[in-house]
């Protein structure tokens, strides 16, 4: 306890020699220093005054470095977000300046195309994440280091975290990041709000469970009615690329009125009266501010097919059908031949006519999705049989016609990089609308009629198939022996194009195909030329799926002839009436010239489907001019055949 004064008295000593000794050294260095102007001494003497900041800098230094070489080199997300915050937690915040931050939020998160394909892969096997953007959480820290410098983000900080939410359909965090857009003074533009709507369009298109589906539609028409009230508020103006995704997010909705007002506005298109041009767009239009008349936006084939969506959710056939007819047919304006074409009293004279519209009524051409979609929402309505077999039989004739014009050119020499590439090809896909019709609604006419068809359309497809693979041989044998007859060089190649590799006429936009930053109207491409590979690879694709298709038709339609007579016998056996055509009236008929009528026979079948595994029966197969019996196996097995040794003992009775 007495040595403690002593020790304490002698540590001070040393430490204070220490000091002394560590000012002398300090000073000498520090006279041997050369300021920079721009450097004062109390700060160089501060600096040099800590031997052991050195070390500290130079770690600062080095890991700052290795920020700016994760971002310049173009490194992982990880690898920068790991940088990032081993810098922020040396340096801080503030020192870093704004650029490097802005740098870091692009580069802390994966493009959006990786994002929305890992998003897909997720929903297809049922993971259902919590967040919809897993990098969110990188976001707000980053821009609440940019507020922490004293500054703002700009807007295109801003629109791009809207663009990494479109991606995933994230509308609800693209509505937050709205707000505070709106609320630190931004004026949004073309692009925001384009993103806004891209975000809502793609969740729509995502699966969404049927009891939240009400609330996430109500939720998003509040969120869209807010961003059209302040794109008038701010006179954002309404771009083409942003009018379409409008027309989806109100397709989802099925916001009838806002729908119907969006077209007379955007195309000139009138739904009431499709033949002639909006009102809008009428003597008294609207004119810009260099004098010019206000144009409606062009109207596309994947705005034709948003429209007949729209009807056919809507359930308005009548509208879908005459929406068809008109909007896919170039209309002339009638309205300007009607004064001399109709007055008698003009005396041979011109007189020149103002015309009733300064535009022509808009039209698209259709194409394989058109006819799917017309098919489709048709089906689902009972007593539209005629309408399914007009459309059905328009789309074969339709295909013929096609291939008809493919071959007409190829056999007039046409070079194939300038035949165009077909915009129409029947598959499966409408056939099995017509299926689906006639089995819901029991249609057993219509299911006849459809396997009617199946024969010539199969024969049709094979012959196209053997036509252009015999081109395709010309066009490789011309390739070996080095004569490029009716090829190019791209085709000599063997590039075997694709729909993503070839240049093509956007008919069919996807969501993200739309460049929400252009203000002018979406450019077409040119169309695409004619690949004889690719067109080899879709025949053979349609003819395998059709040969399908037709054994399925060829027994749905047996099994559903056998309960209809099923259903009728029993009428019969009850002594009810039965409706005869030929009589035109319902009277009723004995057991046995039912079983004459409908001609009962025991049936055999071959075709092997799931419900032959599943119940390890034997089902019917249709033939044309049989009927089936009523009579059904209530055995899991067919009966066993009868052995030798059965047969032995029912010809030898005293065998047995």
């Known amino acids: 306890m007495q040595q403690r004064p002593f020790q304490r ?47 500290i800098l130079n770690a600062q230094r080095s890991r700052l470095n290795d920020l700016k070489d994760a971002v310049r080199n173009k490194a992982s997300p990880s690898a920068v977000w790991g940088t990032y915050t081993n810098v922020l937690s040396t340096l801080g915040a503030d020192g870093l300046p704004l650029e490097l931050h802005q740098e870091v939020l692009r580069k802390c998160t994966p493009a959006d195309s990786e994002l929305r394909a890992a998003a897909v892969k997720r929903l297809a096997a049922g993971n259902i994440p919590s967040f919809p953007h897993i990098h969110e959480a990188r976001f707000q820290t980053v821009m609440r280091n940019i507020r922490s410098l004293g500054s703002q983000p700009n807007l295109e900080d801003y629109n791009f975290i809207l663009q990494q939410f479109a991606a995933v359909g994230h509308y609800e965090g693209s509505y937050q990041v709205y707000k505070e857009i709106i609320r630190v003074g931004h004026i949004p533009s073309n692009k925001t709000f384009g993103l806004c709507f891209q975000s809502i369009a793609y969740r729509l298109s995502l699966p969404i469970s049927k009891s939240k589906r009400p609330g996430v539609i109500k939720q998003i028409d509040a969120m869209y009615a807010l961003y059209m009230d302040d794109m008038k508020k701010h006179a954002v103006p309404m771009t083409a690329v942003n009018f379409e995704l409008s027309l989806r997010v109100l397709k989802h909705t099925l916001n009838r009125e806002g729908f119907e007002k969006l077209m007379r506005w955007g195309y000139g298109i009138d739904l009431s009266n499709p033949d002639r041009v909006a009102l809008e767009y009428g003597p ?63 005396f041979g004279i011109d007189v020149a006519v103002s015309p009733t519209t300064r535009f022509a009524p808009p039209y698209a051409q259709p194409n394989t999705t058109t006819y799917a979609i017309l098919l489709r929402h048709i089906g689902q309505t009972p007593y539209q049989s005629v309408f399914t077999r007009h459309y059905l039989l328009q789309a074969i004739h339709l295909d013929r016609f096609t291939d008809m014009t493919l071959r007409r050119k190829y056999w007039a020499k046409t070079p194939l990089e300038e035949i165009s590439s077909p915009h129409f090809s029947l598959n499966r896909g409408l056939l099995l609308s017509v299926l689906g019709q006639s089995n819901k609604h029991k249609d057993l006419g219509l299911m006849n009629w459809l396997s009617s068809k199946m024969a010539y359309v199969l024969r049709k497809k094979k ?77 053979e694709r349609n003819v395998l799926e059709i040969e399908q298709f037709a054994k399925r038709l060829e027994y749905v339609l047996g099994r559903t002839t056998q309960r209809v007579k099923e259903r009728l016998g029993r009428r019969v056996w009850a002594g009810k009436d039965v409706f005869f055509m030929d009589q035109g009236k319902r009277v009723k008929t004995t057991r046995e010239r039912w079983k004459e009528i409908v001609n009962f026979k025991d049936r055999t079948d071959t075709f092997n489907d799931k419900e032959k595994k599943r119940y390890g029966t034997p089902l019917n197969k249709v033939q044309r001019g049989r009927s089936f019996s009523t009579m059904a196996w209530s055995m899991t097995s067919p009966p066993a055949l009868p052995t030798p040794l059965d047969l032995l003992r029912q010809s030898h009775p005293a065998l047995s």
């Open 284 to 346: 008294g239009a609207a004119k810009r501010k260099d004098g010019n008349l206000v144009k409606p936006f062009p109207f596309t084939t994947s705005a034709l097919n948003t429209t007949l969506d729209m009807l056919g959710r809507l359930g308005d056939i009548s509208k879908l059908v005459q929406a068809f007819e008109v909007l896919t047919q170039p209309l002339s304006n009638a309205g300007q031949h009607f004064f001399n074409s109709f007055d008698e009293d003009d």
């Open 463 to 539: 012959a196209d198939l053997e036509f252009y693979k015999q081109v395709k041989e010309a066009r490789d044998k011309a390739n070996r022996e080095g004569f490029p007859a009716q090829s190019t060089s791209r085709q000599l190649l063997g590039v075997r194009g694709t729909l993503d590799q070839a240049k093509e006429r956007k008919e069919d936009l996807d969501i993200f195909d739309l460049d929400v930053s252009s203000v002018q109207p979406p450019e077409l491409s040119e169309p695409k030329s004619f690949n004889v590979d690719l067109h080899v690879q879709i025949l």
């Open 9 to 55: 008295s002698l540590v001070a000593q040393v430490a204070k020699s220490i000091k002394k000794r560590s000012n002398l050294v300090n000073s000498r260095s520090a006279s041997s220093l050369s300021l920079s102007p721009h450097v004062s001494e109390n700060s160089a003497s501060n600096v040099a005054s800590t031997s052991s900041s050195a070390p």
